[in-house]
């Protein structure tokens, strides 16, 4: 009996330890092709896909690239294809192909596509943000698998995928988030011929891939809140222009990029922004929020820098006749490939076609804005690309012998007028739409003027073209320089604010850069009633210091933070890279999501429980309390208690449980169905939970079940 345990312990470990013994890359290689890794540290912020290149669509709306992040709804991804192919291969089963092709999209994993690694590490650890003990910042730490304070970059995403050609392809993807470089991000494309056509190690090609092309295409959207102004089907990009630049490359190659001409057009690249809708009857170029505030919604220029391509395997100088093409293509024009069985051969054969520079559908090698936009506004309607434009670039041929590699790096970016400006130029032009009479002067950005509005608008507008080359050329630097670009100071580590009843008290570790030469010391940011809002300076303190008391803060106003830690510029003085002078850690590190505010001590009788405001009037919305215009608060209020809301018939909106302690419960008109309340009287009926006594004297305050209502108006 003795030896049949054995016997079967030795079957059972047998196994258990040949894993244990594998290499450990070969034993865990498989990933999960859907898998994402999220890039929140600038102000691009993106998510990266197991397989190598990225769809938008999360069943709800089209999300990533979102810029500026600072603001809900910047999402500018579509989709992102991808593709290469070969002449002349025979693959692992001993088939013989004329053409082979891979796409690159989620369909094909497990098929042509196998993803081995897909991890994203970090420079450090980033800071915990602590709000009234709420750590607003823990969630984030699942997106990241380690750390390495020897990289440069901020954040690397590594992203490897076999292919059934035998192509291995490494992706890494690089982001900073020093000021002047953090709305960019640099991709790196590695393709390698390894063999490996499975998710293990195994070799089992060794053959030489030629006439290998390889071929990318990016749909943007440019801006999803300005398609609420646009039009919805702006979503897809329907109506965005594309350009390009860089023609002259080869002649320019090599030339440094200095801040004093710090935009150049030699630069190999092509964006695009939104464009008119045919079917709206104004000029919507910017996307204005026109029964608004008439803020630009739809500022972004979007698109690509081409920053190194290797003429081949063996030659890894840049190749300035690359990509030979560079261009615009319908978003949506490609041919299928299939099972990616033999029969599939004759669509592989149109996929490499087009790969190769012949255009499948409506596409070019020319500025497809300047054959077009003086014809007809609307991309759609002058090319007859009815889901939208895309930036489309091709590389190659190149030949691969067994072990050789080639690499692209390619710069994706947004940029384009400010918040401020968006608001700014964007309300003096509804003042005019709204004022027929109004015909300005307008001031254009090269200090002339105009009678225009919409020559003004859009003249703004498009100054993104100058923003986005001048994001490519400071890209273009940043890889020249082996990304050695000046940092700022690391973030304290610990950020911890509390609310108070006369103040917010803000606490932070030190920074781990203090003992660095021209650290110079932290400043406090404050935004008033909504997290996305523009800030505030309220704080400048040296090194040494680690707290703060905000004794400005108004009772009732919710309040969001960030803290930076800046120096004196000493370490970024060569202008190599980016503008000269002090660096700041970057916001997005420290930004509180929750809000603080002043915390009113609770009221020690029923008779002094207040609604504010009361009456609640819409009109004066934006009086009451900044940024949250349909917020009711309760004043004075036993610090336990339940708060029921009624209609003047008797109706349940809504319950809060007030449990905080303090005398200030707040509800945002919303009923407990999601509806915002309309005109009319309400009750609130406030019930004690349970005995409440005062902490000095032990005097019983309140005892469990007392009971009091409060009549309130709501107009609107």
């Known amino acids: 009996m003795q030896k049949n345990k054995q016997k079967t312990l030795s079957l059972f470990l047998i196994p258990l330890l040949a894993l244990l013994f594998l290499p450990w890359d070969y034993a865990t290689a498989q990933v999960e092709g859907t898998k994402t890794r999220h890039i929140r540290i600038g102000e691009l912020q993106n998510h990266y896909t197991a397989y190598g290149s990225e769809r938008a669509w999360n069943n709800n709306f089209y999300e990533g690239l979102q810029w500026p992040a600072w603001y809900p709804y910047q999402d500018n991804a579509v989709i992102e294809r991808f593709w290469f192919g070969v002449r002349d291969f025979v693959d ?48 984030h730490l699942q997106q990241i698998d380690g750390y390495d304070p020897d990289q440069l970059p901020d954040r690397i995403i590594t992203n490897v995928v076999n292919t059934s050609m035998g192509l291995t392809v490494t992706r890494r993807i690089l982001a900073f988030s020093q000021q002047y470089h953090d709305n960019y991000h640099i991709l790196e494309y590695t393709f390698e011929n390894t063999g490996k056509t499975g998710y293990t190690d195994e070799v089992r090609l060794q053959q030489t891939l030629n006439d290998l092309y390889v071929s990318f295409r ?66 919507n170029i910017g996307g204005p929020f026109r029964t608004g505030d008439g ?87 002058s090319v007859g690309v009815g889901g939208g434009a895309a930036v489309w670039l091709s590389f190659g041929p190149f030949t691969l012998e067994f072990g050789e590699s080639i690499t692209i790096v390619i710069a994706e970016a947004v940029d384009g007028l400010s918040r401020e400006m968006a608001e700014q130029i964007g309300r003096r032009w509804k003042q005019a739409f709204d004022d027929p009479s109004d ?35 400071r890209a273009y630097r940043s890889y020249n320089k082996g990304y050695n670009i000046p940092q700022p100071p690391m973030p304290p580590p610990v950020y911890d604010i509390t609310s108070g009843g006369d103040r917010i008290m803000h606490q932070w570790a030190p920074s781990a850069s203090e003992g660095e030469p021209g650290f110079a010391g932290y400043r406090i940011y404050r935004g008033v009633g909504r997290r996305d809002t523009t ?50 850690s970057g916001r997005f590190y420290t930004r509180t999501t929750e809000p603080a ?43 336990q208690c339940t708060i029921r809301i009624y209609t003047e018939r008797g109706d349940l909106i809504e319950t809060i449980e007030h449990t905080d302690g303090s005398g200030d419960a707040t509800w945002q008109s919303i009923t407990s169905s999601r509806q915002i309340v309309v005109s009319g009287v309400y009750i609130a009926h406030f019930t004690v939970t349970e005995d409440q006594h005062d902490s000095a004297t032990g005097e019983l305050l309140y005892r469990a079940g007392d009971t009091a209502f409060r009549k309130f108006v709501v107009i609107r």
């Open 597 to 639: 505010f002043l915390q009113r001590e609770a009221g020690r009788s029923l008779d002094d429980i207040r609604v504010v405001p009361n009456p609640y009037n819409i009109r004066a919305r934006h009086l009451q309390y900044p940024g949250e215009p349909d917020k009711i608060m309760f004043l004075n209020v036993p610090g």
């Open 535 to 584: 800030y505030q300076k309220i704080a400048e303190v040296g090194p040494g210091v680690t707290s703060f008391d905000d004794t400005d803060a108004r009772r009732g106003v919710s309040y969001y933070y960030y803290i930076t830690a800046y120096n004196d510029g000493s370490n970024n003085t060569s202008g190599e890279t980016n503008p000269m002078g002090g660096l700041e």
């Open 92 to 139: 692992a089963n001993g088939h013989n192909w004329g053409t082979y092709a891979i796409h690159s999209t989620a369909g094909y994993v497990d098929n042509s596509l196998f993803p081995v690694k897909h991890e994203q590490i970090a420079r450090f650890e980033p800071p915990s943000v602590i709000v009234d003990g709420i750590n607003v910042t823990a969630h």
């Open 439 to 473: 015909t300005g002067p307008f001031t254009l950005p090269d200090g002339s003027t105009t009678n225009d509005k919409d020559e003004f608008k859009n003249e703004w507008v498009y100054t993104g073209k100058d923003s986005i080359m001048q994001t490519f050329g």
């Open 295 to 381: 803020r630009l919604r739809s500022v972004q220029h979007v698109g690509q820098g081409v920053l190194h391509v290797d003429k081949s395997g063996a030659d890894k100088s840049d190749d300035p006749y690359q990509p030979f093409l560079l261009g615009w293509h319908s978003g949506d024009s490609y041919p299928s490939i299939g099972d990616m069985s033999p029969g599939s051969e004759s669509q592989m054969e149109l996929l490499y076609e087009m790969i190769a520079g012949e255009p499948y559908g409506a596409g070019g090698n020319y500025r497809m804005d300047e054959a077009y936009m003086h014809q007809h506004l609307d991309p759609g309607a």
């Open 218 to 283: 990016a749909r943007y959207s440019c801006g999803r809140e300005g398609t609420w102004s646009i039009g919805h089907s702006q979503t897809w990009g329907a109506h965005t222009w594309m350009t390009k630049r860089g023609e002259d490359y080869p002649e320019h190659a090599g030339q440094p990029i200095t801040e004093d001409n710090p935009i150049v057009d030699w630069l190999r690249a092509g964006f695009g922004w939104a464009g008119q809708n045919r079917n709206n009857s104004w000029d």
